[in-house]
């Protein structure tokens, strides 16, 4: 079973992806996580440091072939493993960073994800950009603006994709949201076995 995650920057993608996992584990089953970084995190604070701005094709650029190439390993490394996948980002992420940085979805991720296979769910955490920026100033590790993790999630929600993704309020404690994508991984599991 394969599960990707997704939503902005400060939704908890990796905190509740790593929190599964490790308590499927701790339960005796079998569940890898495979992340699907582009190194945003590095460039932002590479620019941060020099005091510049990225153009948005060279970063787009840059990131879509860190983002791809991931993917693709990932891809290859879950079609060898026997039980639950998660994928923490796919490339619905870029195509929504593209579409919020006012850049053309292009040909070659859509096709790629026509022809990959398809996530048993596309799980979409969502949470008030408000708070994610919050959650981003605490950790300390990147920088986002409020303003870019707006236009994100105004991207997610208006790509073609978004009406099939599982939606998950990620505005609550980690814990929470924890259990509540363990449900909906639950729920996936009994609608594959049937």
Request: aromatic residues 4%; hydrophobic residues 45%.
């Amino acid at each position: 079973m394969l599960i990707v995650l997704t939503g902005i920057d400060g939704s908890g993608k990796s905190t509740a992806a790593r929190a599964l996992v490790s308590a499927i584990q701790a339960e005796g089953r079998n569940a890898l996580l495979l992340s699907n970084h582009a190194g945003r995190r590095s460039m932002s604070l590479l620019a941060q440091r020099l005091g510049i701005q990225w153009p948005h094709r060279l970063a787009d650029a840059a990131e879509t072939t860190l983002r791809l190439v991931n993917v693709l390993i990932s891809h290859a490394k879950a079609s060898r493993f026997d039980g639950l996948v998660i994928m923490d980002r796919h490339l619905h992420c870029q195509l929504a960073l593209r579409t919020a940085k006012g850049l053309p979805r292009g040909r070659l991720l859509p096709w790629l994800l026509s022809v990959l296979p398809a996530p048993d769910a596309v799980v979409y955490l969502d949470v008030e950009p408000a708070l994610a920026h919050q959650r981003i100033v605490a950790r300390g590790t990147d920088a986002e603006t409020l303003k870019d993790l707006e236009g994100l999630r105004a991207a997610y929600r208006s790509m073609p994709e978004y009406p099939g993704f599982v939606q998950l309020d990620a505005d609550c404690p980690p814990a929470e949201v924890v259990a509540r994508l363990a449900w909906i991984v639950g729920k996936e599991t009994a609608a594959v076995s049937c």
